[in-house]
């Protein structure tokens, strides 16, 4: 197919853009494949590139020949089109229609980007699963990496390596994988080096009404507990949500079949609710009425707040468990690619000091979310302004950067990036020109061959001038675990996502400037006292007569 | 009186202190004429708790430990279960803070709820501490206040032109809750303002607040005309609104209660300005609540903040029930309005509402940080304050007698001041360089207000300091804020001063709650404060470099 039989008019002139807190444009506007470019042609003035992957919807209105089109994005900006000619508005309107909404990965930008800086670093190669193998290898022989996956035939959204219990043969994990939900036998998700503790991760178990048993599946989770001790299941689903699954084939772990596990049952909501959750809460951050009583009852039934809150009480949960109890535990839901993913990443940022370093995080995000199979193409394929049916869409992936953005915001010092590195990859799942987010699985990014074809998202992050802008300038390395407040009144609204195209930004970035400025300039200062010390005391050795007695 | 006679048990030895964000410690308790003092008796630490009796708005008193003791099974007698037992006392200040003190001895432990519970809330202001405080490190020679209605008139030069000082009320004879003096158009006599007096409420006759040197337009402040249901006039009144807008061609009335508000006060002798006897004045009417309405709000908010439930639905709707943000909304758009007349319509404005004591101070201090960049120093909002809140009468005895835990009746209490603080905050997180002063600056001031060491906030107004002798006999606050080494905590290390005015977003999803005050000594607190923590660190430190 080529684009341009989706494109009527490639160009209009006249075009006036109106952006929040920014100066209205008055240009040329372009259609190309995959943007839609809006320029002044003047030096001065900033241009507009917009990735049609990023529009979420459209409207039109009309004023006599006049007609603008008001363009909705996936990153919640909203932004007006005025354009001269009703024929170029409805042919503009039809064409950004069709290809902001093409299926077809393979026509997707990032097969077409080519990167216009340095590639340092390759992204795609950066956290590969045998280096943090190499790691985990160094703290405990106690796990191998498996290789029963290679060909993604026993778990199709898992990555072809994994982590394992030492003494569980691939055959055992084979029969294992039949009896969870899409094949997602439990596999290791983080290693406590404090306690030896650890983290696993599963799909629900495929139990049924007649209480179906897997004794592969009891040695394999067994395997993981010291003689003598217990662990914990946490589900991510109420025991009522839970037994209603069996009906359907799934289930949990009875405590008959699994004597030496305690479940706990935790509330967190589904995919369909979440999405219709980040619906209601962006209405209410667009609401214009001016009417306090209206904006917090709406905040409240948006139910956000909530999801935020018992995401981050379940991931303390298994935190409290691995860190204070010392047991084992093992997370899953339904399928355990969406809810069950929030609890252990989270997890992780409240356990592991390693996870709140830059890199730690990105490598975090790549382990628990785009390794473990958190389909991304289903999930962030419509955002809070799509007209359209919701299919497969759920925001769990930003309520997760929420849930980060909390803690972050209880321990500004313990981060070594700031918020800003949070709204990156936010936008980028939601639309970009790299293919870091592409595709549901590893299967399917292999499939299409993304490493070869497109650029990392993580090669762009890692360079010298990117780092720069993402580094929290408050970062002191803090080792400890940090047990973030859950309680309602500690938890805010993430302004910096939801309010940030509703709020002018230029106080608080000003603010945030001279922070950093301060913070350079007592560096600076120390170094130099620092020096005139070191001078004063080699002074002092060469010159005896110096020193004072 | 004797403090004394209220103290029947001044030390109890072995009482647990419990607060939240500390470990419990076990120690001594003292009570005295002024403080609840308690020091830990553990080795290795040094912790002191000492609380103004004034800071106590409430306190409850349970003796669970009764029950275990009065079991049918034990066979103790009856005097050794009194002295087995023990009490706790819950204690919660107007700074919001709440300490459990577990006390041995039943009878011990009732008497010290006693003597809180008559010294927390003794009427008598000569009996009150900043009478008796006396640090080591001033002296009662030291100024008292940083400036005075004649001193502020002589530096505003550009005002000699068409504004006087008048000394009509130098013994607080035409207005009780004014200054001695005050600002007044230069063509009205003090004849005229005696009259002027007579016909507005509680004599606050229209003074001025604010100039604005941009344009030579100004603020006044008044209480509402007295009306009444016939429609009474006073030429006089007239004549000096015409003298504000001389030269211009109208001028704005800014009324802080709705218009139906305003015509049901003529009902009780109030009213306001009609438009035939004020044809140059527009008047704008915006409903801001005050009085009992605020005091329940707040109440309600606070019980909102120290709700355990953990249910985010019930916590945003009880926020939102409790209607706090709403009026910190109200307030701050109805200051960008009154700021909106004056610097960008370029028209001069009169705020009342019903006393003038309130609301209309509320709005005016906000416009005047929103226009006047002088104000956002650390030194010109304390001078602020000084001018619009303590020398123009905010009654502070009345309304901060009791905060948001009292179970006391209501009376006059209502907290405006803090919403005041709560206002300037918003202004301070939308722009975080422009107030020379920082959050904890507004943190003190919103405990001073209701209990302090300092005679500042004593009395309803200047007349009832001047009868008490504040001036010579108590400590000032705000001297004490601005001595070198408490000044370096409540400045603002990213102070940049703008001329331009900060127009605050009013959008309900611009404010937030003040955190940093309603949630200070909740555990959720405890993070708030540390990167302006270390922000603060690193500018000591180079003070620290710059010395040496």
């Given at each position: 197919?080529?684009?341009?039989?989706?494109?009527?008019?490639?160009?209009?002139d006249?075009v006036?853009?109106?952006?929040?807190?920014?100066?209205?444009?008055?240009?040329?506007l372009?259609?190309t494949?995959?943007?839609?470019?809006?320029?002044?042609?003047?030096?001065?003035?900033?241009?507009?590139?917009?990735?049609?992957?990023?529009?979420?919807?459209?409207?039109?209105?009309?004023?006599?020949?006049?007609?603008?089109?008001?363009?909705?994005?996936?990153?919640?900006?909203?932004?007006?089109?005025?354009?001269?000619?009703?024929?170029?508005?409805?042919?503009?309107?039809?064409?950004?229609?069709?290809?902001?909404?093409?299926?077809?990965?393979?026509?997707?930008?990032?097969?077409?980007?080519?990167?216009?800086?340095?590639?340092?670093?390759?992204?795609?190669?950066?956290f590969?699963?045998?280096?943090?193998?190499?790691?985990?290898?160094s703290?405990?022989?106690?796990?191998?990496?498996?290789?029963?996956?290679?060909?993604?035939?026993?778990?199709?959204?898992y990555?072809?390596?994994?982590?394992?219990?030492?003494?569980?043969?691939?055959?055992?994990?084979?029969?294992?994988?039949?009896?969870?939900?899409g094949?997602?036998?439990?596999?290791?998700?983080?290693?406590?080096?404090?306690?030896?503790?650890?983290m696993?991760?599963?799909?629900?178990?495929?139990?049924?009404?007649?209480?179906?048993?897997?004794?592969?599946?009891?040695?394999?989770?067994?395997?993981?507990?010291?003689?003598?001790?217990?662990?914990?299941?946490?589900?991510?689903?109420?025991?009522?949500?839970?037994?209603?699954a069996?009906?359907?084939?799934?289930?949990?772990?009875?405590?008959?079949?699994?004597?030496?596990?305690?479940?706990?049952?935790?509330?967190?909501?589904?995919?369909?609710?979440?999405?219709?959750?980040?619906?209601?809460?962006?209405?209410?951050?667009n609401?214009?009425?001016?009417?306090?009583?209206?904006?917090?009852?709406?905040?409240?039934?948006?139910?956000?707040?909530?999801?935020?809150?018992?995401?981050?009480?379940?991931a303390?949960?298994?935190?409290?468990?691995?860190?204070r109890?010392?047991?084992?535990?093992?997370?899953h839901?339904?399928?355990?690619?969406?809810?069950?993913?929030?609890v252990?990443?989270?997890?992780?940022i409240?356990?592991?000091?390693?996870?709140?370093?830059?890199?730690?995080?990105?490598?975090?995000?790549?382990?628990?979310?785009?390794?473990?199979?958190?389909?991304?193409?289903?999930r962030?394929?419509?955002?809070?302004?799509?007209?359209?049916?919701?299919?497969?869409?759920?925001?769990?992936?930003?309520?997760?950067?929420?849930?980060?953005?909390?803690i972050?915001?209880?321990?500004p010092c313990?981060?070594?990036?700031?918020?800003?590195?949070?709204?990156?990859?936010?936008?980028?799942?939601?639309?970009?020109?790299?293919?870091?987010?592409?595709?549901?699985?590893?299967?399917?990014?292999?499939?299409?061959?993304?490493?070869?074809?497109t650029?990392?998202?993580?090669?762009?992050?890692?360079?010298?001038?990117?780092?720069?802008?993402?580094?929290?300038?408050l970062y002191?390395?803090?080792?400890?675990?940090?047990?973030?407040?859950?309680?309602?009144?500690?938890?805010?609204?993430w302004?910096?996502?939801?309010l940030?195209?509703n709020?002018?930004?230029?106080?608080?970035?000003?603010?945030?400037?001279?922070?950093?400025?301060?913070?350079?300039?007592?560096?600076?200062?120390?170094?130099?006292?620092?020096?005139l010390?070191?001078?004063?005391?080699?002074?002092?050795?060469?010159?005896?007569?110096?020193?004072?007695? | 009186?004797?403090f004394?006679?209220?103290?029947?048990?001044?030390?109890?030895?072995?009482?647990?202190?419990?607060?939240?964000?500390?470990?419990?410690s076990?120690?001594?308790?003292?009570?005295?004429?002024?403080?609840?003092?308690?020091?830990?008796?553990?080795?290795?630490?040094?912790?002191?708790?000492?609380?103004?009796?004034?800071?106590i708005?409430?306190?409850?008193?349970?003796?669970?430990?009764?029950?275990?003791?009065s079991?049918?099974?034990?066979?103790?007698?009856?005097?050794?279960?009194?002295?087995?037992?023990?009490?706790?006392?819950?204690?919660?200040?107007?700074d919001?803070?709440?300490?459990?003190?577990?006390?041995?001895?039943?009878?011990?432990?009732?008497?010290?709820?006693?003597?809180?519970?008559?010294?927390?809330?003794?009427?008598?202001?000569?009996?009150?501490?900043?009478?008796?405080y006396?640090?080591?490190?001033a002296?009662l020679q030291?100024?008292?206040?940083?400036?005075?209605?004649?001193?502020?008139?002589?530096?505003?030069?550009?005002?000699?032109?068409?504004?006087?000082?008048?000394?009509?009320?130098?013994?607080?004879?035409?207005?009780?809750?004014?200054?001695?003096?005050v600002?007044?158009?230069?063509?009205i006599?003090?004849?005229?303002?005696?009259?002027?007096?007579?016909?507005?409420?509680?004599?606050?006759?229209?003074?001025?607040?604010?100039?604005?040197r941009?344009?030579?337009?100004?603020?006044?402040?008044?209480?509402?005309?007295?009306?009444?249901?016939?429609?009474?006039?006073?030429?006089?009144?007239?004549?000096?609104?015409?003298?504000?807008?001389?030269?211009?061609?109208?001028?704005?009335?800014?009324d802080?209660?709705?218009?139906?508000?305003?015509?049901?006060?003529?009902?009780?002798?109030?009213?306001?300005?009609?438009?035939?006897?004020?044809s140059?004045?527009?008047?704008?009417?915006?409903?801001?609540?005050r009085?009992?309405?605020?005091?329940?709000?707040?109440?309600?908010?606070?019980?909102?903040?120290?709700?355990?439930?953990?249910?985010?639905?019930?916590?945003?709707?009880?926020?939102?029930?409790?209607?706090?943000?709403?009026h910190?909304?109200?307030?701050?758009?109805?200051?960008?309005?009154?700021?909106?007349?004056?610097?960008?319509?370029?028209?001069?404005?009169l705020?009342?509402?019903?006393?003038?004591?309130?609301?209309t101070?509320?709005?005016?201090?906000?416009a005047?940080?929103?226009?006047?960049?002088?104000?956002?120093?650390?030194?010109?909002?304390?001078?602020l304050l000084?001018?619009?809140?303590?020398?123009?009468?905010?009654?502070?005895?009345?309304?901060?007698s009791?905060?948001?835990?009292?179970?006391?009746?209501?009376?006059?209490?209502?907290?405006?001041f803090?919403?005041?603080?709560?206002?300037?905050?918003?202004?301070?997180?939308?722009?975080?360089?422009?107030?020379?002063?920082?959050?904890a600056?507004?943190?003190?001031?919103?405990?001073?207000?209701?209990?302090?060491n300092?005679?500042?906030?004593?009395?309803?107004?200047?007349?009832?300091?001047?009868v008490?002798?504040?001036?010579?006999?108590?400590?000032?606050?705000?001297?004490?804020?601005?001595?070198?080494?408490?000044?370096?905590?409540?400045s603002?290390?990213?102070?940049?001063?703008?001329?331009?005015?900060?127009?605050p977003?009013?959008?309900p999803?611009?404010?937030?709650?003040?955190?940093?005050?309603?949630?200070?000594?909740?555990?959720?607190a405890r993070?708030?404060?540390?990167?302006?923590?270390?922000?603060?660190?690193?500018?000591?430190?180079?003070?620290?470099l710059?010395?040496?």
């Amino acid at each position: 197919m080529e684009f341009a039989e989706l494109i009527k008019t490639p160009r209009v002139d006249g075009v006036v853009l109106h952006r929040p807190f920014m100066p209205t444009v008055e240009g040329t506007l372009c259609l190309t494949g995959h943007h839609l470019i809006l320029s002044s042609r003047q030096d001065n003035t900033e241009e507009l590139w917009l990735l049609h992957s990023n529009i979420d919807s459209i409207e039109k209105r009309f004023v006599g020949s006049l007609g603008s089109i008001i363009v909705k994005c996936k990153d919640l900006r909203v932004i007006q089109l005025d354009i001269p000619g009703m024929e170029e508005c409805l042919n503009i309107a039809s064409s950004i229609e069709a290809l902001s909404t093409l299926d077809l990965l393979s026509l997707m930008y990032p097969f077409f980007y080519r990167p216009m800086f340095e590639v340092i670093e390759d992204g795609w190669n950066s956290f590969l699963p045998e280096d943090a193998f190499k790691d985990l290898e160094s703290m405990t022989d106690e796990w191998r990496l498996s290789e029963v996956n290679k060909d993604f035939s026993v778990c199709p959204s898992y990555p072809p390596l994994v982590a394992v219990p030492k003494d569980v043969d691939d055959d055992t994990l084979r029969k294992v994988a039949t009896f969870r939900h899409g094949g997602r036998f439990p596999v290791l998700s983080y290693y406590h080096k404090k306690n030896g503790m650890v983290m696993m991760r599963s799909g629900q178990p495929l139990t049924g009404t007649n209480g179906r048993r897997c004794k592969e599946d009891e040695k394999l989770i067994n395997a993981t507990l010291r003689p003598g001790k217990r662990g914990y299941i946490i589900d991510t689903r109420t025991i009522n949500v839970a037994q209603q699954a069996k009906a359907r084939g799934g289930g949990f772990e009875s405590e008959a079949n699994y004597p030496q596990w305690r479940r706990i049952h935790k509330a967190i909501e589904r995919s369909n609710i979440l999405q219709e959750s980040l619906i209601k809460l962006v209405e209410a951050c667009n609401d214009q009425s001016h009417s306090m009583d209206r904006w917090l009852s709406k905040l409240e039934a948006s139910n956000w707040q909530t999801h935020v809150k018992e995401i981050l009480t379940t991931a303390c949960l298994a935190a409290q468990c691995i860190d204070r109890e010392g047991a084992s535990v093992l997370v899953h839901g339904t399928e355990g690619a969406d809810s069950t993913l929030q609890v252990t990443s989270l997890a992780q940022i409240i356990l592991d000091p390693a996870c709140r370093t830059i890199r730690g995080f990105q490598g975090l995000v790549e382990r628990e979310w785009l390794q473990a199979g958190h389909p991304f193409q289903q999930r962030c394929a419509q955002s809070a302004y799509s007209n359209s049916k919701p299919r497969q869409e759920a925001p769990s992936f930003l309520l997760f950067l929420d849930c980060v953005w909390q803690i972050l915001r209880q321990f500004p010092c313990s981060f070594e990036f700031s918020e800003s590195l949070l709204v990156l990859v936010f936008e980028h799942a939601y639309a970009s020109q790299f293919g870091t987010f592409l595709g549901n699985s590893n299967s399917e990014r292999a499939k299409l061959s993304l490493p070869e074809k497109t650029v990392s998202l993580w090669s762009w992050v890692n360079r010298p001038q990117e780092l720069e802008r993402l580094t929290n300038p408050l970062y002191e390395a803090n080792s400890l675990v940090i047990w973030p407040s859950v309680a309602p009144q500690s938890l805010l609204l993430w302004e910096g996502v939801f309010l940030r195209w509703n709020r002018s930004s230029k106080c608080l970035d000003e603010a945030y400037e001279e922070m950093v400025h301060i913070i350079e300039y007592n560096k600076e200062l120390q170094n130099k006292v620092n020096s005139l010390r070191r001078q004063l005391a080699q002074l002092e050795t060469e010159d005896p007569l110096l020193q004072t007695p | 009186m004797e403090f004394s006679e209220h103290i029947k048990t001044a030390n109890v030895e072995d009482v647990v202190l419990r607060q939240t964000l500390h470990p419990p410690s076990r120690g001594t308790l003292c009570v005295t004429g002024h403080h609840l003092l308690f020091s830990d008796r553990e080795e290795g630490s040094c912790r002191q708790v000492l609380l103004l009796l004034r800071n106590i708005d409430a306190i409850e008193k349970s003796v669970e430990n009764l029950l275990a003791y009065s079991c049918p099974f034990s066979n103790a007698g009856h005097s050794q279960r009194i002295s087995g037992s023990s009490g706790t006392i819950s204690i919660k200040c107007k700074d919001l803070r709440v300490l459990h003190l577990d006390i041995p001895g039943m009878e011990q432990c009732l008497n010290i709820a006693r003597s809180i519970e008559t010294l927390s809330c003794l009427e008598a202001v000569s009996e009150m501490y900043p009478f008796f405080y006396r640090p080591s490190n001033a002296s009662l020679q030291d100024q008292w206040g940083l400036s005075s209605p004649e001193k502020h008139y002589s530096q505003m030069t550009e005002l000699h032109d068409r504004w006087r000082l008048s000394t009509v009320n130098r013994h607080y004879s035409v207005c009780p809750s004014y200054p001695p003096a005050v600002i007044v158009p230069k063509n009205i006599d003090d004849a005229m303002l005696e009259k002027i007096a007579k016909f507005r409420q509680r004599g606050r006759f229209p003074v001025l607040c604010y100039y604005h040197r941009k344009n030579g337009m100004v603020i006044m402040s008044s209480s509402q005309p007295l009306t009444g249901a016939n429609r009474k006039r006073c030429m006089e009144d007239e004549f000096l609104l015409q003298a504000v807008i001389d030269g211009s061609d109208k001028g704005y009335i800014i009324d802080t209660r709705s218009s139906q508000q305003a015509l049901q006060a003529r009902i009780t002798g109030g009213g306001f300005e009609s438009k035939s006897g004020y044809s140059s004045w527009k008047r704008l009417h915006r409903q801001m609540e005050r009085g009992k309405a605020l005091q329940e709000s707040l109440i309600k908010l606070v019980e909102a903040c120290g709700d355990e439930s953990h249910n985010m639905d019930r916590w945003l709707s009880k926020l939102e029930n409790s209607k706090w943000l709403s009026h910190v909304q109200t307030a701050l758009s109805t200051a960008g309005l009154l700021a909106e007349c004056v610097e960008r319509d370029g028209h001069s404005v009169l705020v009342h509402g019903s006393e003038g004591t309130d609301s209309t101070l509320l709005i005016s201090t906000l416009a005047q940080l929103i226009m006047d960049p002088c104000c956002r120093t650390l030194e010109g909002f304390l001078a602020l304050l000084e001018r619009e809140w303590v020398q123009a009468g905010h009654p502070f005895q009345q309304r901060c007698s009791h905060s948001a835990y009292s179970h006391a009746r209501l009376q006059q209490e209502s907290p405006v001041f803090l919403l005041l603080l709560d206002c300037v905050w918003q202004l301070w997180r939308q722009f975080p360089l422009a107030l020379g002063f920082s959050e904890a600056l507004l943190l003190r001031l919103a405990t001073e207000a209701y209990a302090s060491n300092y005679g500042t906030f004593l009395c309803n107004n200047q007349q009832e300091r001047c009868v008490l002798r504040v001036k010579e006999n108590t400590r000032c606050l705000f001297q004490a804020l601005l001595r070198p080494r408490e000044r370096d905590g409540y400045s603002n290390p990213l102070y940049e001063p703008t001329e331009l005015a900060i127009w605050p977003s009013v959008h309900p999803q611009s404010l937030q709650l003040w955190r940093g005050f309603f949630l200070r000594w909740t555990p959720q607190a405890r993070h708030l404060e540390e990167a302006q923590e270390e922000i603060r660190n690193m500018i000591i430190e180079w003070g620290k470099l710059a010395l040496s």
